[in-house]
Structures are given as C-alpha cells and as structure tokens.
C-alpha cells in the first residue's frame, strides 16, 4: 500500500470551504486504499491567539520567533483546537483519526535551531530523531495520524515549535513514506518572473535559495524538500488547496500539477 505524507499548511485550513473539500478527497482517497499521514500547520491560528494574548508576532527568515509564552500558544492551538477538529471533521467522511504531536511516543525528537544567519529563534527546533512506532501501530490498526508540528527536546524534553514543513519532511522520510505533497495556498514554486515551475531538481532548488528568489515561507518549504530527498521520498509535489480536485488529481490520476521534485 502506498504511503503518503499530506501537509496540510495553517493558512489552507483557516478557509472553511477550502477546508471541507480538501477533507472529502482525504475521505476519497482514503476508501481508494491510499495509506495517509497528515501533518499540520496552524501560523495563522497561532497569530490570531498570540494577538488576543497580546503578544507581539515576530518572523525570521520565514521561522517564527517562539519565545516561551508563544511556544505555549502554540502548543495550544497545534496540539488542541486544529488537530482535534480535523479529526471531527475527519469522521464526517468517515475516517478515523488519531490527532498527535511528535513529542507523543517519543515519535519525533528534536534540536533547538537558530537561523542560518544564527539568530536565536528561541523555542524553535529541528527533527534529529524519529522513531515509527506509534505511527506504525496506528496505520496497523486503520487509523489515520494527524500529526501537529510540535516536538519535545532531545536534550531538555521541553516542547519545541518545528517549521511545518520541515516537521512533514521529517515525518515522510522517518515513516519511509514514498509520497510527500505540501498542500498550499499559493500552488507551486515560481521563477524570478513569477512563473510556475513545473519541475525541480537538487541543484535548481540550491539555485533558488542562494539566488534569494526563494523568499519568505518558500525558502524552509524547499530546504524541507531537500531534506526529505536526502531521507529517501521518491516524490514531492507541491500544489494548490484552490485548484479543484488537486489531491485527487495528483495522486489519484497522477496528473501534473504545481510543482514536482525530484
């Protein structure tokens, strides 16, 4: 059975619509016999708590800067409000999810990172260490992982906030999935004259990021790609939550759609 890893960003679920037909193909694929993992983000939802909290949001590189009280936000929304209502909405199509975060089962264990210029990110770590027990035991027993992108320290077992991206990347290549598709708002990655690309290797990636036309949250996006090519993922796609059907066409038809790597 084929196995794939969905990253579902926080800005494509914030969008009830957008959200519930991206649920009916999970639900679609699901009864195809497609194996899924879902992995996902929560940015916006943890902004808009963070804003009710009163605590000032901060960027770097595309990395949140997560001090302690932001990091509890975070824990909040990932490992409660988001990942409990996709598992609701999960069973409305008749899909059974467990909702985890990597710290659960010692599933995903993580460094503290800083950004590539060494900016200390606080509260925001890597994945150095997975382990597929859990997830495995659930795929055994036919329920799908819904899995938030928080991880505890592997030093200091305090929860650290992972890129999401890079959280699904780590969790494709720990779980020796064969697919890895980021479902985003905005498709797949553009050129410098804001052309699709239809496709990307190794080298056009690097290109990408050391060129700067890689900016914002597309820069961890395509370093996250490049770490799940490094852990074995045959397959990445990137593509857009708008387009219809674009989970069913992808891998259901194999049609091509945003952008491929290789």
Known sequence: MTRTVIKLGGSVLVDAALRQRLIAQIGELRRA???MILVHGGGKQIAALLDKLKIESHFHDGLRVTDKAARDAAQMVLAGQVGK??????????VAAVSVTGGDGL????EKMNAEDGTDLGYVGRIVWTNDRLIAGLLNVDLT??????ALGIS?????????DQMAAAVA???????LVFVTDVGGVRDADSRQIAELDRTRILDLLESGVASGGMRPKLRACLEALDAG???ILIIGAGEENSLL??????????????
């Open 33 to 35: 016999g497609l194996e």
């Open 85 to 94: 209502d996709l598992v609701a909405e999960l069973a409305k199509v008749e």
């Open 107 to 110: 599933s995903f264990l993580a």
């Open 145 to 150: 992982p819904v899995v938030a992108c928080l």
């Open 156 to 164: 200091d077992n305090e929860y650290y906030n992972i890129n999401g």
């Open 173 to 179: 290549g720990g779980c020796e999935a064969e697919n």
């Open 233 to 235: 993922v045959k397959r």
């Open 249 to 262: 066409r992808a891998l259901r038809a194999g049609e091509a759609l945003g952008t491929r790597i290789s």
